[in-house]
């Protein structure tokens, strides 16, 4: 067992920790008056030190005093007592509170945050991760290694031919977004991309049978009718899931995808509250939902999502990308576990280097991850480690068509 759970919990100290061991994590760290700690991720990618200034000049001063068990008053105080509310910024640093205080509570009840939630539903949680190559070879290379580390389901990108450079493909083949003292600047033409695409996912279905899961990223760059031609496309190759085909803010557009095909959809890496996708949801025009804990109020305001989309029918399939800390990915974890409409979970490498700075019990057997059964996230900070691993400023890539327009990235 933790502390006596009567004992008091007044918060007495609250810091913000921005370092980069491999690429930039945002970590709060918050303790309470009986040397309890509690941490969370507000990894913002590219924007990281405006939430690290939220975080430690905006909110740390309303935390300190506070009772570190009132994790929901403590969440309505900070949303609706901002009067500012939503977007990324805000969102990512309510997050970060948020998921340090239901570390700190599990730590003080001596269980696991899944346990807190409910308990587990399901023995582990199915992830998927990223295969990509500068061509069709490479990218099947890839695949096969994904398949023989014990994956179900594996996201697919590729080159496309006629393009420089191309979401999810990195100069070696693998892939890291952010990087450079100024964006990188890579080429887009959707007419190239909508051609080569399906004979991508033929090739794959064709090479790796009928059971693995095969899932694409179209990144936020068609337009509705695009995009709903190339689900129709992809129909024969039976996708897990077409993620991100629109700019995901115009939640109508999802509509007009649906009327033309059934390819499975998936969105919500970028949002932030239930505001951002409840028209999707309640209409029915997704089949899962992608938002982080890190990125979307916290495991408080996620699980309110959660059970939303579960009402209509619509399963998780939480983002989890290297920006995501491994904090942030314990905390998608736990809920992955507790939640009955749970998908899939997105499992993304972490730079080396990011291992001396995060610990965590975090393991991966034929296909499923696990938290672990520590108290709390079941996550260290090692905050001397982190000291040495200085921000460095990183930014996302900006995309540019071949006449020289800027296009969504
Ligand atoms: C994904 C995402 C990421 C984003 C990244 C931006 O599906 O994992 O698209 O790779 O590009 O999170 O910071
Ligand atoms: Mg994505």
């Known amino acids: 067992m933790g502390a006596d759970y ?11 920790v921005v370092c980069s061991p491999g690429r930039n994590y945002v970590t709060l760290v918050v303790e309470t008056e009986d040397g309890i700690i509690g941490i969370g991720d507000a990894t913002l990618n590219g924007r990281e030190l405006a939430v690290a200034a939220y975080l430690s000049e905006h909110l740390a001063p309303l935390l300190v005093g506070r009772d570190a068990r009132r994790i929901t008053d403590t969440w309505e105080y900070l949303y609706r007592g901002s009067y500012w509310r939503r977007g990324p910024v805000t969102m990512a640093a309510i997050a970060a509170v948020d998921v340090a205080l239901w570390d700190i509570l599990g730590k003080v009840t001596g269980q696991p ?13 199915m992830a998927y991760t990223h295969a990509s190559g500068r061509d069709l070879d490479e990218l099947e290379a890839s695949f096969a290694a994904h398949l023989d580390e014990g994956y179900l389901a594996v996201r697919a990108q590729c080159a496309v031919p006629g393009l420089d450079t191309v979401y999810g493909v990195g100069a070696r083949g693998d892939y890291e977004p952010a990087s450079g003292e100024l964006p990188d600047e890579e ?13 991508m996912m033929a090739r794959l279905r064709q090479t790796f049978g009928p059971t693995v899961h095969l899932l694409h990223d179209a990144h936020h760059r068609l337009t509705p009718i695009e995009a709903g031609r190339l689900g129709a496309a992809l129909e024969p190759y039976r996708m897990f899931w077409l993620e991100d085909p629109t700019p995901a803010e115009d939640q109508t557009a999802f509509r007009i995808i649906r009327q033309h095909t059934t390819t499975p959809l998936a969105v919500g890496e970028v949002f932030n509250t239930v505001w951002d996708c409840h028209e999707l949801i309640t209409n029915r025009w997704i089949d899962y939902i992608r938002c982080a804990v890190s990125h979307a109020g916290g495991i408080t305001h996620l699980r309110r999502i959660y059970a939303l ?20 990915h314990a905390a998608t974890l736990h809920l992955d576990l507790a939640v009955p409409n749970f998908g899939v979970q997105e499992r993304m490498q972490h730079p080396a280097g990011t291992e001396e700075v995060f610990r965590t019990g975090i393991s991966f057997d034929d296909g499923y991850l696990h938290p672990g059964t520590a108290p709390g996230l079941g996550v260290v900070f090692d905050e001397e480690a982190a000291a040495r691993f200085p921000y460095q400023r990183r930014y996302l890539p900006v995309n540019r068509r071949l006449d020289g327009s800027v296009h969504d990235w």
């Open 6 to 16: 009567r004992a008091s919990m007044r918060i007495s100290d609250v810091r913000v």
């Open 187 to 199: 080429t887009w033409e959707t007419a190239h991309y909508l051609e080569f695409v399906p004979g």
């Open 113 to 125: 945050v899944h346990q807190l939630l409910g308990g587990a539903v399901r023995d582990g949680v």
């Open 309 to 328: 989309a579960e009402t209509y029918g619509v399963r998780t399939g939480a983002h989890g990308p290297s920006d995501v800390s491994p904090i942030g």
